[in-house]
């Protein structure tokens, strides 16, 4: 983890390679059938400019002149260098957003205005969907086609969703006793405002919808803000920076610092004058995030890991759809989901039938740079990443478990692991307790609703759960059992704008997106009107 590191760096920690063929255990990993397209010209003179912060309006390098690299992930080329922004620009940022929250127009602009600029950023991430949908790609690693379906559209109706709550941020009237008064009359009522300054720290699994996830309810409620994204992650965001200015967002109102965690992150999580922090990313630096935020007693929303079970039972509606679900569960996006169906728990009697469905679904990923078309997983996001993933598959097959396909790294270049299928496992290896954050699946057997149940809430995490079958009396029970904050019943990995989002115990406080997500962005205030 980089919390412990001696890190900052200011030069690119991955070792240049080349795009080669190899064969993998599971998933094919060659290279790709038809030729990896070029970047495209828009996007690629884009990156050839220079990449500053955003803070107050204008594009500034960092105070120390820093940068630190922001490599490919499918052959560790450089794409891009960026801003190592540290305490100093932190410091910046936050008095820019101060000052716009405080003095600027951003607090003068109706619901209605602010709604629309909500609006227009949506427009305009669809206006430019591709080239998002590229950078995503680049600086990720995963598909483009992926990006470009489901990233980028997701980032913008989550603008356009946010937008509609602008003007929709009502208090209530509360007719009062007040016993202590007798014969008085008051007029009583809320009101609800904007938090102030937000510091918002995200992750670099879905830069941009992480980015959209977190500055959408932010700037709906009137709040300015003060971004830092994953360092290995950072071009969208600053391409995001550039289409919120030309949606005629008020200078200050959002400011976005790269940088590294221990650096800009902490200096952010710890700041005095944010009033509150909102985070995605693990549950190790979520403790930290909460800690540095004791200061000034900040508010905190924290998106954190998960260990998400996914259920088969033998009545479900369709064996093959849930064998589907159960590799898109995990696969998608390489099992750099938060809520990854990383644990598949399959009633005895089906067992092998879906684990050997699961595994063929595996063996046919083809991996590859993810700007080539035939590409179904790209690499992990980092060689930090993808030591990270090598080692829990190294330390399950120590502690006896058994890969059925994959369980290992593909290539010996760029970061990429074998789509893994592991059976033979029990509660106490590594593999099945702790969020891996890669493509790799535990299976394991059950035998009845009543063992499952337990067995799966036996966990510190508890953000999603998946559950097959077609008696809908079961899949209501287990739904209203399972402790986690979504339950997909006959489907998995379905988000919306208007879903809320978020854990149960170490999975996170708080809930992202739907009309929840206001209430992390608001304070509520009680007036009270002497009419006696
Ligand atoms: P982190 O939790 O370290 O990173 C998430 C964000 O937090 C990044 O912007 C990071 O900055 C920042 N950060 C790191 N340290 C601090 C700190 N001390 N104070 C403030 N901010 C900080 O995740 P990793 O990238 O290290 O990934 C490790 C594991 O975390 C993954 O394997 C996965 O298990 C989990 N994870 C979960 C995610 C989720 O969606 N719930 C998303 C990403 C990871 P920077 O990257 O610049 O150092």
Redesign the pocket.
């Given at each position: 983890?980089?919390?412990t590191s001696s890190r900052p760096q200011s030069t690119a920690r991955s070792p240049k390679t080349t795009n080669g063929r190899h064969n993998g255990k599971g998933g094919v990993h060659r290279g790709p059938t038809q030729p990896v397209p070029q970047v495209s010209s828009k996007v690629s003179s884009w990156l050839a400019r220079p990449k500053h912060n955003l803070i107050d309006g204008q594009w500034v390098p960092a105070a120390s002149g820093k940068t630190f690299a922001s490599p490919n992930p499918a052959d560790g080329s450089v794409l891009a260098r960026v801003p190592d922004g540290d305490r100093e620009d932190i410091d910046r940022a936050v008095k820019a957003a101060r000052k716009a929250f405080e003095r600027g127009n951003w607090r003068r602009m109706t619901p209605s205005e602010r709604g629309q600029l909500l609006w227009r950023v949506g427009d305009l991430l669809l206006e430019h969907a591709d080239e998002f949908a590229e950078l995503e790609s680049l600086d990720n690693g995963k598909p483009r086609a992926v990006a470009r379906a489901a990233d980028v559209p997701l980032a913008a109706d989550l603008f356009h969703y946010m937008a509609g709550w602008a003007t929709k941020l009502e208090g209530s009237t509360i007719p009062i006793s007040v016993p202590y008064a007798p014969g008085a009359r008051f007029h009583a009522f809320t009101l609800r405002e904007p938090v102030g300054v937000v510091g918002q720290?995200?992750?670099?699994?879905f830069p941009l919808l992480m980015a959209a996830w977190k500055l959408g309810p932010a700037l709906a409620t009137g709040n300015c803000v003060v971004l830092?994204?994953?360092?290995?992650t950072p071009l969208s965001a600053l391409r995001l920076g550039e289409l919120l200015l030309q949606a005629g967002l008020p200078e200050g109102v959002v400011n976005v610092v790269t940088?590294?965690?221990?650096t800009a992150?902490?200096a952010?999580?710890a700041h005095e004058d944010v009033d509150k922090v909102a985070?995605?990313?693990?549950t190790?630096?979520g403790k930290?995030?909460v800690r540095?935020a004791s200061g000034n007693l900040k508010k905190v929303s924290l998106?954190?890991?998960?260990k998400s079970p996914n259920i088969v039972f033998q009545d479900t509606t369709n064996l093959e759809a849930a064998i589907q679900g159960a590799a898109n569960a995990i696969f998608f996006n390489h099992g750099q989901c938060?809520c990854a169906g990383s644990r598949l728990l399959v009633e005895k009697v089906i067992f092998d039938e879906v684990v050997s469905g699961v595994a063929q679904a595996a063996k046919q990923i083809k991996l590859g740079p993810g700007l080539a078309p035939d590409t179904q997983m790209g690499p992990l996001v980092s060689e930090e990443?993808l030591n990270?993933v090598t080692r829990y598959l190294h330390q399950g097959k120590q502690d006896g478990a058994c890969y059925v396909t994959g369980g290992s790294r593909s290539g010996e270049q760029g970061y990429f692991v074998q789509p893994t299928v592991a059976t033979g496992v029990n509660p106490r290896m590594s593999i099945v307790r702790e969020?891996i954050?890669g493509p790799v699946v535990v299976a394991e057997p059950f035998t009845t609703l009543e063992e499952v149940i337990p067995r799966v809430n036996a966990t510190p995490y508890g953000l999603a759960a998946g559950v097959w079958t077609k008696d809908i009396a079961k899949a209501h029970r287990v739904a209203a059992e399972l402790k986690a904050g979504t339950v997909w019943i006959n489907c998995y990995n379905i988000f919306d704008a208007a879903l809320p989002f978020g854990g149960y115990k170490q999975s996170g406080w708080g809930r992202e997106m739907g009309h929840e997500v206001l209430e992390l962005y608001t304070e509520t205030k009680a007036v009270v009107v002497n009419i006696s």
């Open positions: 983890m980089k919390t720290i995200i992750p670099w699994n830092k994204p994953a360092e290995q940088g590294y965690g221990e992150g902490a952010l999580a985070f995605t990313g693990s190790e630096v930290l995030i540095a998106e954190l890991g998960g938060c990443q990270r969020e954050f």
